[in-house]
């Protein structure tokens, strides 16, 4: 059966808090969440060579 209005169907429309639950596995929100810790810990990593003149292992030890 096709939409002939091109919406998307009703259960495809996900909500912001849909998006952003917390879930675990491989889901989308797991991914987002992901990617958002990711450039969290990229920053965090970027602001420790800055400060510390050094990178991150050297600053940790490990090299």
Do not use: C, D
């Not at 002939?4 to 259960?11: F, G, I, L, M, V």
């Not at 429309?13 to 989308?28: D, H, L, Q, V, Y």
């Not at 810990?41 to 800055?50: H, N, R, S």
Request: charged share 15%; net charge negative; no cysteine.
């Amino acid at each position: 059966m096709t939409n002939p209005s091109n919406t998307p169907a009703p259960e495809t429309i996900t909500s912001p808090e849909e998006r952003n639950a917390w879930k675990f596995g491989f889901s989308p929100q797991a991914e987002i969440w992901n990617g958002r810790l990711a450039m969290l810990g990229f920053i965090v990593a970027l602001f420790v060579e800055y400060f510390s003149g050094q990178g991150v292992l050297h600053t940790l030890g490990i090299m």
